[in-house]
């Protein structure tokens, strides 16, 4: 049960570390209470009254009498030193006076225009060059102020009367101008009035409720102010702040009356900031610290939320038609519950020689819950970024390897996005609670390791390049290529839930079936060989569409390719994969060998005799296929033209 003091007189009173979570302080008396190091999440201070205790606040204001009489006494020293230029009995008089006029005149000019702390500069520097310069004068030439000696003397107390008066009255512009633009003499100020004052020195204030309380003269240094309500609260910006959101003159006003229709917040700390029905259309936040804040029910219609950081940050029930969210940051953690939006632009400026600004959707308005939907998908996907193309057995290879180790875990292959140059972006659906660092890091690992694999094979196979891998790549890359490589020859990546009693909400999803085509040769994710029954029929009904040889005593070329794909089917060294890429190989032949001067199908053929003698290349040179390759496929380039 939280707390409640209602009827208890609070003034003064300890709360020092105590836990006071959801304590109820609402419309209380808490003036001199010490909350330092206290608890007090979700506590209610609405229409509370901080700040001083009656005896503190008579011996500041008795500390400022003080002070203010000081003052007065200054400008009246002032007058009177300044008056005494026209005293012609001592030289050192008149000296005194003359640098004293200048020092001070210059000093309230400059404080005025610039700071105090450039005033004191220009004292300082004065001191050191003017006197200097007013001595040489006057003892040089004391003959140069035969004015001063005519002067009746009752001129002297009136100027200095009227030098005292008027050094009373820019003081007091000159405090109000520093009060204005200085934040070190606010803070100095705050400092000063907020001692004795009620007490939140690095107390838990997470989600407390401030909304409509006087809050001068308070102490809210190292406080954790995260989600804190200060709406409506009154003299906030007398409280000391230091170090907190609230420093922040913009964001301290923001947070009171939560209207930043129009302005400009940008780059501003609004970390935790608690905006919950606020007005910030057509605001400008680019590149605002939004972590853990709440905007719930705030209207962010065109507001501009480019690059801004909105990890934890709580959009639900938010307006956010028109609103720019280019490269903003967000995750599984962003609440985006029923957000109002019509349409919204992923870039803050028009493509050049254009005006485009990516607006989604490109046409029409999004239906309710669109957005949410929108977003939750991409929220849910880990993206693999292929720069140079991509190589799908080596993708796939990766992709089975990440799902082995992470049982359990729902991977699904979302959908392929072609930016151009070679770029690829491949989205993987995984489950909200997934940890997608996780899952990416192991993904990049093996994908190198797969490509490294492949790319000494084709090195080995077509004796490339490395430039001549990049251009495959790139190649497959191309949205047409994946397209040609999807309807080519589909492999089918069989992907069982580990999970049981885990119902599929999509009857489409229940296999988990990713097809992907392949590149030179079928291939399966789990590393098995295809059936090689089934390819070597398919080879030999292809070579059987060839024409047999008019002479019995000399094969042609369907009795060639009969003979080699017999040898590879018989050889127990080559391994099953490499023995299923072999006959895909002599099939490609046979497609070669039903119109040989065809350019393409020679060209054709010869990727396919290299790939052959690649294949071979790594078996002992006494091997049976060896031997037969090296008599049959000199032959076979022969009757197909390749010389």
Known sequence: ?????????????????????????????????????????????????????????????????????????????????????????????????????????????????????????????????????????????????????????GLAIVFGLAISVTSILFNILIGWRIQSRDAWFDSVVNTFAA????????????????????????????????????????????????DTILANRAVLNLLVTCNGRGKSYAGANLKGANLKDADLSKANLKGADIIVATFEGACLEWANLTITQAIYTNFTNAHMTGACIEAWNIDSTTKLDNVDCRFIYLLEYFRLGTDDRERRPSSGEFQPGEFTKLFEEVLNTVDFIFRNGIDWKAFVSAFQKVQDKNEGTELALQSIENKGDGVVIVKVAVPVDADKEKIHGEFRQNYQLALQAVEEKYKAQLQAKDNEIVIYRQQSGEMAEIVKLLANKPINVQVDNKVENKNMTNSNDASRQINIGSVGRDFNASGQALNLGDISGTVTNTINELPASPEPDKPGIKELLTQLQAAIEADTNLPQEDKAEALEQVKALAEAGKNPQEGAMQKAAKTAIKILKGTIASLPSATKLVEQCSNLLPLISNFLGLG
Do not use: H
């Not at 997470?206 to 609260?233: M, P, Q, S, V, W």
């Open 195 to 242: 001692t004795g004052g009620t007490s939140f020195y690095s107390a838990n204030l997470i989600n407390a409720d401030f909304t409509g309380a006087i809050l001068e003269n308070t102490d809210f240094r190292k406080a954790n102010l995260t989600l804190t309500r200060f709406y409506e609260a009154k003299n906030l910006d007398f409280a000391r702040v230091d």
């Open 1 to 153: 049960m939280p707390p409640d003091y209602s009827g208890q007189n609070l003034r003064g009173r300890s709360f020092k570390g105590q836990n006071l979570t959801g304590a109820n302080f609402s419309a209380k008396d808490i003036r001199g209470a010490d909350f330092t190091n206290a608890i007090l999440k979700n506590a209610d201070f609405r229409g509370a009254k901080a700040g001083l205790q009656r005896r503190w606040t008579i011996v500041l204001l008795i500390v400022a009498l003080v002070l203010l009489a000081q003052g007065v006494i200054y400008s009246i020293s002032f007058g009177l030193s300044a008056a005494s230029i026209f005293d012609t009995r001592y030289i050192g008089n008149v000296f005194i006076g003359l640098v004293c006029n200048i020092v001070v005149a210059v000093f309230y000019i400059v404080t005025f225009r610039k700071n105090l702390i450039t005033g004191l500069g220009v004292i300082a520097v004065s001191l050191v060059f003017v006197s200097p310069v007013v001595v040489i004068l006057v003892v040089a030439f004391p003959k140069a102020f035969p004015v001063i000696r005519t002067l009746p003397k």
